[in-house]
């Protein structure tokens, strides 16, 4: 992957713009070019657009969309910029916050109205960070479906994406303008496509392993549960052109990949009162705080798992994802009538899963401050039948990245803009703050179809512009 300057380069085959990735982020960022009546290719290194879009739950946050307001609830991008800050404690670009935030709405509601992207209003729990209810997610709440509603919104708008594509390095002439792309196809190919303007879209490094032990050595020894294509390119190009770098050792971890299965046992059930247990049946931290800096305390732990204890209540709440049933097919989920039998199915000591369910229970009545500052006052207390689940921590995809402004472009070490280079989603810098602590469900769907939007509404206006 490199830059490879030549001022005189010229192409026989040119489009005004190439998105690299067919993820969330490419896809909204190519439908947005093709509105503003501008050509568009989209490169794709696998058979078919996927990303990381598609292992995500598919949600994306919003604030004051017509579906909250529809359902009585009072949002703002005030205050979704308020809990940006709070979450990332006030150390992340709050121009880039705010601007996300009043275009939130905007993202969901063009999804349904432009391009009939069933997206539905998340109100049965909060997540962490957010104030507000303000998720929205397909019918089935997967990243998967959402994909297959972009890819089909995208094949009706008559974009064109190129896949078991490679791009392996970019051409730039010596103002650092992009003049084209070198892809490599699958069957040894060799082509070179000429643009205008280019949107990087191509994922974040979570799954380079050599740039995780550089930037964030602390989650090296997670597992990896993310898309093959997170490799870094775009950070790498855009450090030969000179951009700016922010957050790089930001990421989105996950403390509840259920162990040995590959599915992620989302946060709702611990949000509502589960809690997690390590094999010796304590507890080891508030689990509250997110999912994301969950992930390296559950590394931490023995044999670096964790068990989530919860009951029927919040087994039926679970029901309504996917993910979940994917757990329950593959036999990740344990149940049990009695504290001892599920002792027994859990190999761990009854004594202490007695004692932690006890204590727990005693917070929950207000008669026990809890040694990590969790509050479980307005939840109910767990009852029979139990459940459990054995998770480990996981790293889902990194946040950090090139710097941008509100329209996506790109900037240089000194804030400038590059003279025609795009980047969202896991290729430019998120709104997670410097570390795992920051990130908030839905941060990085927000910054691949938000950023993607803006990305591809500028790209063609650049290009409108100096035409």
Known sequence: MSIIFDDHKQFEYSIPVIVIGAGGCGLCAALAVKENNTDVLVIERDPTPLGTTAMSTGLIPGANTRLQREAGIADSPETFANDIMKKTKGETDPNIAICLARESSKTVEWLIDEYQIPLSLVDSFLYPGHSLMRMHGTPNRTGSELMGALCRAAEKSEIDILTNALVTDLYSDSTKRI???????????????????????????????????????????AEFFGHPGN???????????????????AYQ???????????????????EGAFQVNKNGRRFSDESKGYSEQAVEVVSQPDKIAWNIFDERLHSLMMEFEDYH???????????????ELSQLTNID???LREVIKEVEEMVEGKREDDFGRDFTGKPKLSSPYYAVK??????????????????????KQGNTLPNIFAGGGSARGISGPSDWGYMAGNGLL?????????GTAAAKLIEKFN
């Open 253 to 271: 971890g996950h403390g509840g990949l259920a162990a040995g299965r590959g599915v992620p046992i989302l946060w709702p059930m611990i949000m």
């Open 179 to 221: 003049l084209g792309v070198r892809v490599l196809r699958s069957d040894g190919e060799i082509e070179e496509v000429g643009c205008d303007a280019l949107i990087l879209a191509c994922c974040g490094f979570a799954g380079n392993p050599e740039m995780i032990e550089e930037y964030m050595p602390q989650i090296k020894d």
């Open 391 to 412: 998770v480990t921590g996981a790293l889902f995809h990194t946040q950090g990245g090139l710097v941008v402004n509100e329209d996506a472009r790109v900037l240089d």
């Open 350 to 352: 009854e004594s202490a």
């Open 447 to 455: 910054t691949a179809t938000t950023f993607g939007r803006l990305a």
């Open 326 to 340: 994917n757990a329950i097919e593959a036999k990740a989920i344990v149940n049990a009538e009695t504290i001892t």
């Open 231 to 249: 490799k870094g390119d775009a950070i790498i190009w855009g450090k030969s052109l000179g951009a700016g770098l922010a957050d790089i050792s």
